[in-house]
């Protein structure tokens, strides 16, 4: 079982998702064939490379930082991005965002992996 509590992510708003279930999806995992997209896009949730039937309504975990635009373009809820950046420094998004360290990103991919 995966200990949130032991991972800690950086940003700027805090969204009303106390209290929710909400699906985690890995980046990766949801390519939009449909538009030509493929793995290396969709695992760094670049715009247009996520597949909305897969991310809607979840969380998606993405490898590397970005904007968040494609996440949200997919009807996703919110992102977690797996990168390293200055642990003083925070970023605005258009959905809720964190951003957590590699290491925590591997272990929230192998939980992932681990659950349906």
Request: with cysteine; aromatic share 8%.
């Amino acid at each position: 079982m995966l200990r949130a509590n032991l991972m800690q992510g950086t940003s700027i708003n805090r969204f009303g998702f106390l209290g929710s279930s909400i699906p985690l999806v890995y980046g990766g995992y949801a390519v939009n064939v449909s538009a030509g997209a493929f793995y290396e896009a969709s695992r760094y949730c670049a715009t247009g490379s996520l597949n909305s039937n897969i991310v809607k309504n979840s969380i998606v975990l993405c490898d590397g930082a970005n904007r968040g635009n494609g996440v949200l373009m997919a009807s996703a809820l919110g992102t977690i991005m797996s990168a390293t950046i200055d642990s003083d420094s925070a970023f605005s998004f258009p959905l809720p965002a964190t951003i957590i360290s590699v290491e925590d990103g591997a272990t929230l991919l192998a939980y992932i992996q681990s659950t349906r």
